[in-house]
């Protein structure tokens, strides 16, 4: 091993030893006792600053270090719709998720699979959603831990292999989220929080200036050389044009407020105005984003002529060619992070989905919580595990569910989002809609129209939902349901709803 | 519950900022600060929109609310 293999790979290493550590001893004093609720959404209990640095840290994936400079380096402006996205988002998320915290509050729910098996009274659609979330997440597990395998490989200068570094994420993951659920998760946000916004911070300033001169001679010639990557369809004939960026930003935004992980991280606070303070406060967290996709576009003049898997290394290649040993070991942890966070966070929502809603239906360990918390467990390693096993074995299956993944996730927002807030929508209308929707998506991505007329196959898809959830719950059975709207219905919980009796006391 | 709470129609804003315009703001020139037009456009969008999301959230205090 090289003098710069040996030191980057030792800071690595440390690194990784201090995130277990970290995320074993978020647990301490809250372990034990808690049962699932504990475990999934930390109690109930987490305040402004720690639900920032959780949702900012499930946002902030291993894309962003490797797509988003890939995309920048390939195409330029189409990756935007990644902020644009989330802004929304994040804004609209000032209403969902103090509507859908109270609800899960009132009702004991810990995601979105006994949400919808409580709004519509049948446990069984828990269970069905909880299949086909995990379908839609699996995908992301692997994304990350192959994410983190071609970062670990690279900044270790080639001394931790690929299939080493793969099985690395995973077992540093399941390290501490078996034990610890989110809370474990929010701990280990702190050190990647901390960890991106400096090297980002740090890489936004130096690589302008070591490679061009400064931020002007940068930008000038950008202007000047690539015009084509810094406006819509981009470089490259990508075929996303502005249709694209707009149709794609509105359905992620929608999506992205009921995403499991999202929805796990609203249902961890303690009171409804640390999620309204954090809708103002995340929107920030996304001026970082700009930096991996400016980069990428640096990397367009400095190592020109990556391709395919490559250019996903884009922002990297700079790195290493520019830096010494243990900064590039730093910015390989902070990037690391970024894989093992979120990968907790989607783990941990897989074991609790199907926990609550599909072993839980299980007659031993209905209404136990005290049961579903060890069973959710062994389902986080499954999902971890399975992804992992996957990805040495077959690559690829996954790689194509991931097409579908926000897109088919996005054909539960009526479900979710209309029927919490609109009682007239019907069981067997939401299920139609998802039915029609879902079969869109599959039917348009697996044929490689997507986009479909400039359009995002999935929002197409959401439409087409949207109007048969309505047409079926208009003219379709009327199932009977006596319990009261506001039993049934999500509301704001406006002020009042604040630190309540039932609240789970103490910090994190 | 919005015409309990205009306020929340400034959760509309950034829908307005990234989507709505987009048409007039994808264009390189002119530069601003040498930013290509759009990033330029792009990048202030995301520095209102905590400001839209605040404004949301101050209607809601005055209120009484939040």
Redesign the interface.
Known sequence: MSTNATVATAVFGGFMVLTVVLGLLAVRGHGRTGGLAEWSVGGRSLGTVFIWVLMAGEGYTSFSYLGAAGWGYNHG?PV?YV??YL??G???G??VGPMLWAYARRHGLVNITDMVAHRYDRPWLGTLVAVLATVCLLPYIQLQITGMGVVVSTISYGAISLNWAYFIAFAVTTGFVVVSGLRGSAWVSVLKDVLVIATLGFLALYVPVHYFDG??PF??R??AEK?DW???TGHGGSGLG?GW??TT??LN?LTVVIFPTTVAGYLSARN??AL??N???L??Y??LL?VPMLLGLAAAFVVPGLTGAGSNLALFKLVVDSLPAWAVGVIGVAAALSSIVPMAVFMLVIGTMWGKSVLGAVPALAGRPDRQKPAAQVVVVVSGALALVLTYTEPNTLVRLSLISYEGMAQLVPMILLGLAWRRLTLWGALSGLAAGGALVCGLVFTDHDPVWGVNAGALALAVNVAVALAVSWWGPQPVDARPDDEVLAA?P??EAAPGKTAVSGSV | ?LKKRPN?LW?????GL??AA??LA????P?VL???F??FW??L???L??A???L??RG?RKR???
């Open positions: 402006a935007l902020i644009a802004s929304c994040y804004a609209i000032y209403v931020y002007g930008l000038d950008l202007v015009p810094l406006t819509f502005a960026f707009v930003s509105f935004s409804a105005d309204r303070r809708a103002m406060l929107p920030f996304n001026v700009f704001d406006g002020p | 519950m929340l959760l509309l804003a950034p829908y990234y989507l987009l048409p994808d264009r390189v020139h530069t040498g930013l290509p759009l990033f792009l990048l969008a995301t520095l929109t905590p839209a999301v605040f949301a959230w809601d009484g609310r939040a």
